[in-house]
């Protein structure tokens, strides 16, 4: 076998980039103050609360925590709308029809009653996904979390019951997200065969072009066309 490393591919900008690592490093704050506070009671959660220096100092730091990730999701979304009316933004996250037919594909190939494995784009059907349940997560987690904290005021537009309402929406919401990242992130991102230990690519932004070529060969068909057309057009007339 050769060692010549496989050529790479740019996949994701510096923005992207930080966003996630940003994003990555705020939701493992959140949850790791957030989830001993819904069981205070258990051996666990007391000595997480201890290493944060008590309740008081661990809820502080779950709203600071919470306030950068609201910040983070409204760039996030800010950027997008501004794209959006330049008519610049990547539509590809947006699901289609498509998706449901890889769905579909994907099952019956993993259960061995089809040998074709469905061809993605930029991203699967799993990415998508998971990026829209964690950006309807995200609001559903902003909007009990700010009634959460500021109850007294909630009190003044809304219903009473609305505060209670927003505690169990808040812990039941983290809890699956939580979840949803161990088992269904963490598992396609570092622990499948294609890319265990650990994917690095959504650090240093780079795929191989013989990944590109198994997971995303309609991305790297598109790719290689705009780079031919592009040398095409700087060649002198």
Known sequence: MSDTPHPMVDRFDLKARVEHLGQMIVFTLL????????????????????????????????????????????????????????????????????????????????????????????????????????AFGGMIMISTGFILLFPSWTTWFLPGQFVPMAKVAHGSEALMAFLVILIWHIYNAHLSPEVFPFDKGMFHGKMSRERMEHEHPLELARLDAQSKAEAQAEKPS
């Open 31 to 134: 949850v790791v103050t957030g989830l001993p506070q819904r069981w205070p009671e258990e051996h666990w959660a007391q000595i997480v609360t201890s290493v944060f220096g008590g309740i008081e100092s661990m809820r502080w730091i779950h709203r600071g925590t919470g306030l950068v990730f609201t910040g983070l999701v409204f760039f996030h979304f800010s950027v997008a709308f501004a794209d959006l009316l330049r008519r610049s933004v990547d539509v590809a996250i947006v699901p289609t029809r498509k998706d449901f037919t890889d769905a579909i594909a994907a099952l019956k190939y993993q259960l061995g009653l089809s040998e074709e494995h469905p061809k993605y784009d930029r991203f699967e059907y799993k990415q998508k996904f998971e990026y829209w349940g964690v």
